[in-house]
């Protein structure tokens, strides 16, 4: 069974700071791994979508790695801003189920 | 490309009522959907699988009287929860996968249920 676990639960920081969120898997036997953005009260949104073959993907100020042999994949957020601050979710993708983490919940201080 | 619709995002009901929340994938066809729940300060948990013309695989401890789903078109799914109560409030999520094949899950935005 897929465990994924994310650390920190919450994480606050200074506008400006570099930052790296961290999610880990038990089972390497994954098809991809997607990082989330969830705000209070809302919805999902995809940021970035690494499939099993990648090793990260880049969107704008953010990075995603992927490193499925130690069941780690990390989410880098660059020059941090007050509209980051949510609550991001990765979830691993495998056959036919997706596995959650729990989240790290982001303040980003003005 | 890959979008997932749900409608509604937000309903709010009166115990005992049955609420029905949609899945659409907009620009492609699912073979298979998802619904996951989430509790307050939880993550999202899978309820069920749902393949078009068959009937959903429920995840243990998941009523299927309560939470019926029906996978009518290769681009759409239905959730429906039965005489609601404010223990159902939650927030729902649907996932699809690509008819073309591979295994990645494109997710809906969510739909968040209040019972009175």
């Known amino acids: 069974k897929q465990e994924v676990t994310q650390i920190p639960a919450a994480l606050s920081v200074p506008e400006g700071e570099n930052l790296v969120l961290n999610c880990s898997f038990t089972?390497?036997?994954?098809?991809?791994l997607q990082w989330f953005r969830q705000d209070p009260g809302k919805g999902l949104t995809s940021l970035l979508l690494?499939?099993?073959?990648?090793r990260e993907q880049t969107s704008g100020r953010l990075n995603a790695s992927l490193d499925k042999s130690s069941g780690r994949s990390t989410l880098y957020i660059a020059a941090s801003q007050p509209g980051d601050s949510a609550t991001y979710l990765c979830?691993?993708?495998?056959?036919?189920?997706?596995?959650f983490g729990t989240g790290t919940k982001l303040q980003v201080i003005p | 490309g890959a979008v997932v619709s749900q409608h509604p995002s937000r309903v709010i009901c009166k115990s005992g009522t049955s609420v029905k929340i949609e899945c659409r994938s907009l620009?492609?066809?699912?073979?298979?959907m998802f619904w996951y729940r989430q509790f307050p300060k939880q993550s999202l948990m899978l309820m069920a699988t749902?393949?078009?013309?068959?009937?959903?695989?429920?995840e243990q401890g998941v009523e299927k009287d309560k939470f019926l789903i029906n996978h009518a078109s290769l681009t759409l799914s239905t959730l429906t929860v039965t005489s609601a109560h404010p223990e159902d409030s939650s927030f729902y999520i649907c996932?699809?996968?690509?008819?073309?094949?591979?295994?990645?899950?494109?997710f809906g935005p969510g739909t968040r249920l209040t019972v009175l």
């Open positions: 979830a691993v993708g495998g056959y036919q189920k997706v596995t």
């Open positions: 089972d390497s036997a994954i098809y991809n």
């Open positions: 749902s393949n078009e013309g068959s009937k959903a695989t429920y």
């Open positions: 996932s699809a996968n690509l008819l073309a094949g591979g295994d990645t899950q494109y």
């Open positions: 620009d492609f066809q699912a073979t298979t």
């Open positions: 690494i499939q099993s073959s990648q």
